[in-house]
């Protein structure tokens, strides 16, 4: 996709449309300087609650708040022109009842202006998905690891081998029919993500699943080489952003310490005409 072929936000009815056709591509976004950067490159952006984790140096997404997901969506919300933002709904916000998910979606969408949201669960999610979809709620669905669940899945594992495959087929079917129009597969054997792929009408975004996937989706620090307390499997580093960063901090120490910098180039005379920055 170049930058100049992108003319307006999609919607999720476009994300639909690209089932089986070019992949779509995704990433996690958290602050306005990465939405702008990224906003000619994605199709869409997912304010993830693993801004929790990655920005806030939780343990996991289990603590992360509404408060803390409207000041972000707000932040990418400023940075974005022309791509969809999907905001997560955090661990608490949705499990109880249809009724709590959908005033928490609502005042998630009227408050950072997200095009969707994204919940965690399968099977025991659709009624919720149900009513939020009949109500004007777009939603992105998301199974396999649900990080919100680590506590009763045993951590951070993959999900659907062997026999539980079956299960995981049934939720990806619950979420579609339910009215998700799309479907985040999370740590899943390839073979698993590729059968749930060709079986549900709606487009899945792979993280740790399959290259056959509709799409794809990683945590930005994560491919930028930024958040490295651990690295998943299925994480690619495309830069070293954080080792790069680490080494120009200590630059600038050493600069700063040897009086090399400020340069003579970075103070300012007592008065010069038309200087403004
Ligand atoms: O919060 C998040 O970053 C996510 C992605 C891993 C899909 O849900």
Not at 187 to 213: F, M, N, Q
């Amino acid at each position: 996709m170049s930058a100049t072929a992108k003319k307006r936000t999609p919607l999720p009815e476009d994300i639909i449309a690209r089932k089986g056709g070019a992949p779509i591509v995704s990433l996690t976004c958290y602050t306005t300087p990465m939405a702008q950067i990224m906003d000619a490159h994605v199709d869409f952006v997912l304010v993830g609650d693993s801004v929790g984790m990655v920005l806030h140096g939780l343990a996991s997404t289990i603590e992360v708040t509404m408060d803390m997901m409207i000041l972000h969506g707000k932040a990418v919300a400023r940075g974005l022109s022309s791509t969809m933002m999907v905001v997560d709904m955090p661990f608490g916000t949705y499990e109880e009842s249809p009724q709590t998910a959908f005033r928490n979606a609502a005042r998630l969408m009227q408050e950072t202006g997200a095009g969707a949201v994204k919940l965690e669960g399968g099977v025991g999610m659709a009624e919720t998905i149900r009513f939020l979809v009949q109500r004007g709620i777009p939603v992105m669905a998301h199974i396999g690891l649900t990080p919100q669940s680590i506590n009763t899945l045993g951590g951070y594992k993959v999900q659907g081998r062997g026999e539980t495959a079956d299960a995981l087929v049934a939720d990806a079917r619950a979420v579609a029919e339910a009215g998700a129009f799309s479907v985040v597969l999370e740590k899943v054997p390839a073979a698993l993500a590729d059968r749930i792929t060709a079986e549900v009408a709606i487009p899945t975004i792979g993280i740790g699943a399959s290259a056959g996937c509709d799409g794809q989706i990683l945590v930005v620090d994560d491919m930028l080489g930024l958040f490295t307390a651990f690295k998943a499997k299925f994480v690619k580093r495309f830069a070293t952003l954080g080792a790069d960063a680490e080494a120009a901090i200590a630059d600038y120490a050493r600069a700063v310490t040897a009086r090399e910098f400020p340069g003579p180039e970075h103070i300012f005379a007592d008065a010069v005409p038309g200087e403004t920055r």
